[in-house]
């Protein structure tokens, strides 16, 4: 409450709280009195409250989430995308691929170049927000099933975006794991949609979201009957030029405490700079992370999108031994 | 190129250039050799030429976005979402109404209050994207059903979000205007539906986004044929905490210079804090802005949601004279 | 406390936060026990009592600042800085000026042009705080004096800006007003330094500063005995390149209602392009700004700093009249 | 140039181009004509040329550091602090030690403990940059003096902050490496002090800089004669609460490709939560930083500042081997 807010004032709030079905607690202080709210199961909606006469702010202290929750689970949820692919144990799986598929040719080089390095799973796009409509949007269907003859070949288990319903259907019936991008992390019909279908999904953060939004929109999964959801870090918004994005490692602790649910790392798009990459894929294992989601590409040059941040096969061979050394030095694995 | 690029880099680069269709041209600096792309009519991948040895860094010179620019169309587009009400010219119409349409009393009383007050549309959410999946998700059809009652009573042109390409189909059925919000700026499935629709598209600035991505969403819309997009900007997630976001009022000036489209500015959630929208829709009229969208509510204390940012009626009704005081001031009208 | 915080736990902060002197007050919750402090005259640094075992997390609710605060004055603040330019009351002066002081015939001319425009006081730098080391710094004494000297032929006050303990003792010397610049917000020596001073300060908002942290070094200021403090929003670092800073106006509001000092608004470095300063200067004063500080250059082409973002004086002559038709629609007046 | 620029416009900007003492190097493309300066040595102020008319933007390609840059300097610069304490070299030292000097018992205490654990230098706060005027603000003198003693006690180098030019002359005397503090990146008055006093400085990034300007705030140090600067990642300002501030790691790579210096990374303020301190500190070493600098206190229930995020000694001896094992994964030792 302000402080000199009336006791009818004061009074006016504890009722609001009561008609609310939970219990004031006024709590006077030497320059205010604050009035707190007990009682509740989860979270409540108190702009009604703070919109009353003599109110000063709402402090929230529940947590706005639920399923997703340590609190709710205190065990790590592992998440199997293929055999002997989990997020959430000891080992650390590293997903590779391309940005996008763009041929038969690219996809099976890139699948057997990663695959030998030491990758668990293959990624590669059919589907591809683009910020501007006139560039390259991806195979579609086409690029899906190349994915599932790269799986077949490679035995790798596959990972691709999905960017509304019709296509989660498409990806659903092609991949093992429904990525959804950082530009629909609060896509909340989409979300719906791939609770729904049942099958792992990666989640990406979105540029401005907060860790608490990325684990409310993993909640809209759950919510669905869906608790197959691996989070991904993948660089935030921030101003510096010479990244493309700011890569908040600290998400990785951060979730680990907040929720039971696997975080993986995605140092390619987290700085944008190829020459980089290495060091942040280091930096993420060190930090804890469930996983690594990494592009490679055969030809970087020639790359239809993202080609300035995708390592070249030798690169991402020579990066894996590395990544190995980390994780033992912490008493993991890779892979 | 990098200072110690060598001349075999040089043509290397200057050859991938023309084998892209382009000229290049290399001018030498006494640190640096910088080699020009020409010939381009538009935008150019250069992800592939950024990866090549001795190159230091891209740098764009054209814009990447098109027929929204003010190059491609020199006059003021103008977007008439119903009779009288044009977003674009000289007059600066007002939308106002509660965050979701709750009850029939609710949004009528809204409707006819607005109307009163001065305001040219009524905004109204059935379909709320919401943080967590537990909080109310507003009425659906039913909602939609109630706005279309309330455009009856009081002849207010309707404007109503869509989520998701069903979403868009209905509301295009019953509101004059189809809102985009925020967190569906770059949902490019959603733009392209909406593109296609043919309806007034209301396209809200995402919370991270640039000017530049703002339109270039935008572009998705006019790409699939509708060039009725209006845009708004409803501030940008920042680091201050007494208020929700940081309303980037700059946004209309540079976006009048960049582009044919009309902006109106969102005070509502551009500060997230009632007693500051007043100021904030002054300062937008006062900075050109095309349009006002501001939440109202007739009892903000018992809203489903945003009652905190929500004006009451009676403020609504003595905040638009100051606006037309201001709009006047610079030549301008309300409505 | 953490939801499984034991009795144990609970008891020992409550017994810490007796040990410091105030009284605790538990508040049980369906999910968990908050514990209140109470009987505190101002902000306490709870982070001891954060490092105990099962302490969740520490919610302050008294805030840090104290003779800033509207709580402690409820009356705005009136600052002088010469006869008849007073900030803080109905009236809204513009500063105007170069970004540096020059030659004497720039800063004559740069005076008599803003003067004869409607400014009330003349800015120019004589110590720049720049970016590199190799531009140029500005002229040091040599500047206030021809700033002295153009006060004495047409009549402005003059405002400075100072970067240390040295320059500081010079300026009070030659300026009616000292600036603060927004890298010096938080150097707390030349806060203390000015406060001893007794000039009037202004003081300018940091890149990245919340406005609590903006009114804790003002709060600097005055705790040394000098209330004469003028607050300055000048734009906040943000991620969109086409402008160089984010102008966050909504301070404006903010201030105002948490504090009794008059805040002011810089549309030149809030925007950093010249063509989008007179729209943001409209905004500035429809938002409720206490006065405007505006580069105003006579020769913007050949200006050793800020060049691209300096009105012409034809500029800001055509600009005056604006401001005072917006200032005559909110009741207040230019000057 | 706009793309309607006429070709008197281009030919004034070449010469204005030229009456600068440069070549204008004009670059006709199918939408626009570019003209290229080339023949500078280093940056050059473009405002001038920005303001012209028909100018579209200005767009700077040489890098405006000079002495720092890798390109000035190609072997890593090794800045010693002690017998046996460099940085930029193989090893990777570790500075620990509590926020500020508090008492003699504290300061030994906390020596010894960090000693034993395996750092190699103190760090301890004599004067200190607080928010608020009535917080603790340091020991000054006696603070310096107890660090000395507490070298004399254990061999540890010494760390400590100044914050103007008089504590810098205090600082100097006492301790091996003089701490520029994120607030003061850019006082420059500040740094040129500490570049004619010839100590070690280890300056901090500021919470809303760029790499780019923390690299001109070294070049202002280094244009003074003292090229003896170590740099450090602290944590940038970001919107998520659930950390202080977002710990930009991508720094340590993004700097060793542009600058010859060394870069140390500071987890505790980088996250502002002890229990993420353990997991960021892995972190950096695997990203390469070339040393760490923790917050440690022998009772941090107790301390007079920074307590929350400060490890209690046994989480630092717990740590170290940690980090030993992380820096041997990739050739590099602790210390």
Redesign the interface.
Same mark, same amino acid.
């Given at each position: 409450m302000h402080?000199n807010a009336t006791p009818q004032q004061i009074d006016a709030v504890c009722a609001?709280i009561k008609a609310m079905g939970f219990e004031p607690?006024p709590?006077?202080?030497?320059?205010?009195m604050?009035i707190?709210l007990?009682?509740?199961?989860?979270?409540v909606?108190g702009?009604?409250?703070?919109?009353?006469d003599g109110v000063a702010q709402?402090?929230p202290? =529940?947590k706005?989430?639920?399923q997703v929750s340590r609190?709710w689970r205190k065990e790590d949820t592992v998440v199997a995308i293929g055999a002997g692919v989990a997020f959430g144990g000891r080992a650390v799986p590293v997903i590779a691929g391309p940005c996008s598929v763009e041929t038969e040719e690219q996809i099976l080089a890139a699948a057997r170049g990663v695959k030998a390095a030491g990758a668990s799973a293959l990624r590669g796009g059919a589907f591809k927000?683009?910020?501007?409509? &006139?560039?390259?949007q991806g195979l579609g269907r086409r690029g899906l099933e190349l994915l599932a003859l790269a799986r077949r070949e490679t035995g790798l288990a596959v990972v691709s975006e999905a960017?509304?319903?019709a296509?989660a259907d498409l990806v659903a019936e092609f991949a093992d794991c429904i990525q959804i991008g950082a530009?629909?992390m609060?896509? &909340?019909?989409?979300l719906?949609a791939v609770g729904r279908l049942g099958k792992p999904v990666l989640l990406k953060r979105?540029?401005?979201a =907060? !860790? =608490?939004?990325l684990l409310?929109s993993a909640? &809209?999964v759950i919510?669905e009957g869906n608790s197959q959801v691996i989070l991904c870090e993948r660089g935030?918004?921030?101003?510096?030029?010479?990244?493309r994005n700011?890569? *908040?490692?600290?998400a !990785?602790?951060?979730v680990h405490?907040?929720s039971h649910l696997p975080i993986i790392a995605d140092p390619s798009h987290?700085?944008g700079?190829?020459?980089?990459v290495a060091?942040?894929a280091?930096?993420?294992?060190?930090?804890?992370a469930d996983g690594l989601i990494i592009e490679v590409h055969p030809t970087? *040059?020639?790359?239809?999108?993202?080609?300035?941040?995708?390592l070249y096969l030798e690169q991402f061979a020579s990066l894996v031994p590395?990544l190995r050394? !980390?994780a033992?030095?912490?008493g993991r694995t890779i892979g």
């Open positions: 402080n609001a607690m709590m006077p202080g030497a320059q205010r604050a707190g007990v009682g509740n199961a989860g979270p909606d702009s009604g409250v703070a919109a009353m709402i402090i202290v =529940t706005p989430f639920k609190e927000p683009r910020s501007s409509p &006139y560039a390259f960017m509304d319903e296509g530009r629909n609060q896509n &909340y019909s989409l719906k979105g540029l401005a =907060t !860790i =608490t939004e409310l909640e &809209y919510a935030i918004r921030s101003w510096d030029t010479l990244v700011t890569f *908040d490692l600290s !990785i602790p951060v405490k907040l987290g700085t700079v190829r020459e980089h060091a942040m280091r930096a993420a294992v060190a930090s804890g970087p *040059d020639r790359a239809l999108s993202d080609g300035a941040q995708s590395e050394a !980390i033992g030095a912490i």
